[in-house]
């Protein structure tokens, strides 16, 4: 993947994030885009009181992944870098 298409596409996965991002913010957290892999995995970091969340790993399947996944089909997953939720 080019540079310019994984700029492309961090920005439609940065859209389909600002559906879940107000229910983050609601407990005073929230999730950045940190890459994306060349295989489509995305790789977030949790932000605020997400970071240590028992929740953090059912919010990435059921809240996250979803919500990227609903919108971006190419996408193959997501995964955490820091948290709770880091696999």
Same mark, same amino acid.
């Given at each position: 993947?080019s540079t310019l ?8 996965i940065?859209?389909a ?7 983050l $913010? #609601?407990? %005073?957290?929230?999730? =950045? !885009?940190?890459? /994306? ?8 970091k ?5 970071e240590?969340c028992?929740m ?10 979803? $919500? #990227?996944r %609903?919108?971006?089909p =190419? !996408?193959?997953? /997501?995964?955490?870098?820091?948290g709770?939720?880091?696999?």
């Open positions: 993947m298409e994984k700029e492309k596409l961090i920005k439609r940065d859209l994030l600002n559906e879940v991002r107000p229910h $913010a #609601v407990d %005073g957290g929230n999730v =950045e !885009v940190v890459d /994306v892999t060349d295989e489509h995995i995305v790789k977030i949790w932000l605020g009181t997400c240590n028992s953090s790993m059912m919010t990435m399947k059921a809240g996250i992944e979803q $919500a #990227v %609903g919108k971006i =190419e !996408v193959i997953g /997501v995964e955490a870098v820091n709770l939720g880091k696999l």
